[in-house]
């Protein structure tokens, strides 16, 4: 069965840290560019980050540039974003995608599954 599945979010102070997973089981996550996405209550969702299959290659939106990692570990099937420096504007329900492509994309269409989402808000 294809499952990915998001964790790590919670609550945490303005200027904090969380690290996402997104672990991937029922497929080969190597082979597979990953996206993670956010939606905000009243907002379109909004791709945030993403990471190729074949060379590792990313994509940042410019409202987290310079804060939130993306990275990926093919042999735990994991990925991972780290994020820094959080604002409260970054309140939002997280979830990750998995699409069988060689390069990412920001678009979610482009993706055939996806995990369930993992609650993060910045407050204090």
């Known amino acids: 069965q294809v499952q990915l599945v998001e964790s790590g979010g919670g609550l945490v102070q303005p200027g904090g840290s969380l690290r996402l997973s997104c672990a991937a089981s029922?497929?080969?996550?190597?082979?597979?560019?990953i996206g993670w996405f956010r939606q905000a209550p009243g907002k379109e969702r909004e791709g945030v980050s993403c990471?190729?299959?074949?060379?590792?290659?990313?994509y940042y939106a410019d409202s987290v540039k310079g804060r939130f990692t993306i990275s990926r570990d093919n042999a735990k099937n994991t990925v991972y974003l780290q994020m820094n420096s959080l604002k409260p504007e970054d309140t939002a329900v997280y979830y990750c995608?998995?699409?069988?492509?060689?390069?990412?994309?920001?678009?979610?269409?482009?993706?055939?599954?996806w995990g369930q989402g993992t609650q993060v808000t910045v407050s204090s």
């Open positions: 029922g497929f080969p996550l190597a082979y597979y560019a």
């Open positions: 990471i190729s299959s074949r060379d590792a290659s990313t």
């Open positions: 995608a998995g699409g069988n492509m060689d390069y990412c994309s920001v678009y979610g269409s482009a993706y055939s599954y």
